[in-house]
């Protein structure tokens, strides 16, 4: 057995349930993710794809089963909101998340991540003005800026336009070999060519 | 305490209740000054210290909570500290009662233990608008165990503030208890603490029960759904 | 150093942040103003100083609560504690940053309180100064804290007074105690307070933020 510096496995779960209260969210789900490894959560409204992303994420403790979770430095999430503070420029933001996670030359990621998202023009204007699209490409940025090795991302395709897509999809292209990837969302078409593992919650 | 069985508790605190009520109002010897009523006092300080006892033991299995998160600590720390608010009310009550007794005014702010047990009564009503006001989950259960911890280092503290506040707002000094007390004074003393602290094991006993099988029946429901 | 880089780089982001929306210190400089007006009106002449002194200390409690009352704002609205809970950051440098900016905003309306207080009622002196900056230290400790148990639950602003009240009754005392007479022991106990508070909310914050 390889030492754990070379293990694949980066999020594992057994027995999983949620419940809030005495409403059952998902029970006895199981679940076993390496780098490279991409999971589809599909499912209708309201079938919590959204409370299982964010269990696996570690904002919510499960209520039963076991979940193993990579140390928080390494776990990138995006939920529906793209947690931004809205007062701020984007450099403002990620340099806040920048010193949050300990990144190294942290101006010459920024810089590069604003670049490829197409927000480098407007670095220094302040969130609140920009559109969905644009915000949504900023908490892309937020959630790649340290380099996650567990990527998880809820409905990211919702708020972005055809563009910003096109982003996404690359995105998610580079990170599928040396990252465990979890997209939820209700229009798996887009990325069915990429998932090497599906869940649908009903 | 949860294995003690209920009926034995109960059997026991009727026992020391009749025992100690007999104590009070047969064998111990009459006030000179206050007479008939000053034995509200035999009341009075053992339900006081049965609700420190509770604030204690809901503080403790709030710690634990944080600490070795056991299945069922939050609930037992609920349940103790609602407890003690009931036994702190009795004791708002009784003190008043003396208060109006001993010196003829419903309160007293020279009264630091009573004044101390109004301060800790408005926290741990707040507890209970903080346990209500959020969802049920592991989010409630840590941020009350945090607030009972809280609590029980607020009443040194605030004891330690009305004590120091007596020298600009009030004076005078009231002592609960006299002068040393004689012997049987003391047994009564004793025989009335351990018939309080006995009353709380039944009813916290009892309210867990109850409360266990409340959460049994919402999981076999769930279940059933 | 990450802990302090954290901690810096958040307070400067709440601080920032208030920079930018100029919303809660003006409000509590107007509202410091407006309680101790309101305060002329409702003491009959004749009332003793220490009484008077009270006041400035009900003044700075109930000004702290507006504060406090907008320490998390855009942690809630916009859910970004999330994004702070992400991060690999100890938990409890986000209740100091946050505690920082609470006693910067609290040491501004000070800057006015006080001097409008020895203007309107009677002189100041360097023991009340002192007073002040510890009971700002334990107000925004206690009330950094109690604020994101506040947040958690439905009625956020009615929880907040209830749960802060009674823990800021002690700092009451001091303050007061501090102002009026013989300061050395009330300074002490709001050093005392101080300092259980400060380490007990920083322990506790992470248990009061997270679920796991």
């Known amino acids: 057995m390889l030492g754990r510096r070379f293990s694949r496995r980066v999020i594992s779960a057994t027995n999983l349930g ?8 998902f029970d006895r789900l199981e679940l076993r993710l390496g780098r490279g490894d991409f999971l589809l959560v599909t499912g209708p409204n309201g079938s919590g794809k959204t409370t299982l992303l964010r269990v696996l994420a570690g904002l919510d403790a499960p209520s039963r089963g076991e979940l193993s979770l990579p140390d928080r430095a390494t776990i990138g999430y995006l939920g529906h909101e793209p947690l931004v503070y809205r007062e701020l420029t984007p450099l403002e933001n990620l340099r806040l998340f920048a010193s949050l996670y300990a990144i190294g030359e942290r101006e010459q990621r920024i810089g590069v991540l604003l670049e490829r998202f197409d927000l480098w023009r407007v670095r220094d204007e302040r969130v609140s003005t920009f559109s969905r699209g644009m915000r949504q490409r900023l908490g892309l940025c937020r959630v790649v800026l340290h380099d996650p090795k567990l990527l998880i991302l809820d409905e990211p395709f919702n708020a972005l336009d055809e563009a910003g897509a096109t982003l996404l999809d690359a995105t998610l292209g580079e990170f599928a070999a040396s990252s465990a990837i979890v997209v939820a969302t209700h229009d798996p078409e887009r990325v069915e060519a990429l998932a090497t593992t599906r869940m649908a919650l009903r | 305490m949860s294995r003690i069985p209920l009926a034995g ?7 020391l209740f009749a025992l100690a009520i007999s104590l009070i109002f047969f064998y111990a010897p009459n006030d000179p000054n206050q007479g008939l009523s000053q034995r509200i006092f035999y009341f009075h300080v053992p339900i006081a210290l049965t609700a420190y006892t509770c604030f204690g033991w809901g503080a403790w299995k709030a710690l634990l909570h944080l600490w070795r998160r056991p299945e069922g600590a939050d609930l037992e720390s609920y349940v103790a500290i609602h407890q003690g608010v009931i036994f702190g009310s009795l004791t708002l009550l009784t003190g008043s009662i003396w208060a109006r007794i001993s010196w003829g005014v419903w309160w007293v702010w020279g009264d630091d233990e009573l004044v101390l047990f ?5 926290f741990y009503c707040a507890y209970f608008m903080l346990r209500y006001s959020v969802e049920d989950g592991p989010a409630r259960a840590n941020m009350c165990a945090v607030y009972a911890l809280f609590g029980v280092v607020l009443i040194p503290i605030s004891f330690f503030a009305i004590r120091l506040s007596r020298s600009i707002i009030h004076p005078e000094v009231f002592k609960l208890s006299g002068p040393q ?13 351990v018939a309080m602290l006995f009353l709380f094991a039944t009813l916290y006993q009892t309210e867990l029960a109850g409360k266990r099988l409340d959460l049994k029946l919402r999981e076999l429901r769930e279940l059933l759904a | 150093m990450r802990y302090a880089s954290a901690v810096v780089a958040l307070a400067r982001k709440d601080l920032l942040l208030e920079l930018r929306a100029k919303e809660t210190v003006p409000a509590m400089l107007l509202f410091v103003l407006a309680a101790l007006t309101v305060f002329h009106f409702a003491v009959p002449t004749g009332t003793s100083q220490t009484a008077a002194l009270g006041l400035l200390w009900v003044a700075i409690i109930f000004t702290a609560l507006l504060g406090l009352t907008r320490a998390f704002v855009p942690e809630r609205e916009q859910g970004l504690l999330d994004a702070l809970l992400l991060a690999p950051c100890d938990r409890s440098a986000i209740w100091l940053a946050k505690a920082f900016s609470v006693f910067a905003f609290l040491v501004i309306a000070e800057l006015l309180a006080l001097p409008a207080f020895s203007l309107f009622f009677a002189g100041v002196g360097w023991a009340t100064v002192a007073a002040a900056l510890l009971a700002d230290i334990g107000i925004s400790a206690v009330g950094t804290l109690v604020g994101a148990m506040a947040v958690a639950g439905r009625a956020r602003e009615l929880l907040l007074p209830l749960l802060f009240l009674p823990l800021a009754i002690p700092i009451v005392v001091g303050g007061v105690g501090a102002s009026s007479g013989t300061h050395g022991h009330y300074l002490a106990f709001l050093v005392l307070y101080d300092a259980v508070f400060c380490l007990l909310s920083w322990a506790a914050f992470e248990y009061v933020v997270s679920e796991t």
């Open chain 2, 118 to 122: 109004l301060v800790l009564f408005l």
């Open chain 2, 9 to 15: 508790l109960v059997g026991a605190t009727a026992a």
């Open chain 2, 181 to 193: 007390m004689a012997g049987s004074q003391f047994l009564t003393f004793c025989v009335a603490l």
């Open chain 1, 18 to 25: 949620k419940r809030f209260g005495a409403k059952r969210i």
